[in-house]
């Protein structure tokens, strides 16, 4: 106890702040450094990825193919971005089935793509296509039509007028 009218004098216990430091930091490398240096997160695929401008190539002969859709004539209003199914490749990942789903089912099913987007000349609207990012294959595609564009609240104004 202090006397009254001194001031408070704290003495920190070194041995109980060193241990509690030192179980910390065996717990930050338990958790964090050694996870992401397992095998299976560090390996690098030595196949090279696709351009932008080879995405959008393959997309375009493939909307060519494509029943009741118009191709623009210019990549003005083509946009090409990257989509990963992250939800995939972390569960993958932590089951440790990463492997098998490369070797077997990647090539078809990629949980990395470049979604180019293609504007429909006559009807208006966006087609959709998934470009596999190594091979340049298209693996799947969405026609998206001009009315599923419009916001909610201003497609009931146009029902309602």
Do not use: C
Request: net charge positive; hydrophobic share 35%; charged share 20%.
């Amino acid at each position: 106890m202090n006397p009254l009218g001194q001031p408070l004098q704290l003495k920190a216990n070194f041995k109980r702040l060193g241990l509690l430091a030192a179980i910390g930091l065996i717990l930050f490398f338990v958790f964090q450094i050694f996870p992401a240096t397992s095998s299976q997160t560090t390996e690098i695929s030595s196949t090279s990825f696709i351009t932008k401008e080879q995405a959008t190539q393959s997309a375009r002969s493939f909307a060519a193919s494509v029943n009741d859709y118009s191709l623009p004539n210019d990549d003005a209003k083509t946009l090409v971005t990257y989509q990963t199914h992250s939800d995939i490749y972390g569960y993958m990942a932590k089951t440790k089935q990463l492997d098998t789903y490369n070797q077997k089912w990647e090539t078809s099913y990629p949980y990395d793509v470049f979604r180019v987007r293609l504007p429909d000349q006559h009807k208006g609207g966006y087609l959709n296509v998934d470009v596999h990012m190594k091979t340049g294959k298209v693996v799947g595609f969405k026609r998206e039509l001009p009315s599923s564009s419009i916001p909610p609240l201003r497609r009931s104004r146009l029902v309602d007028e």
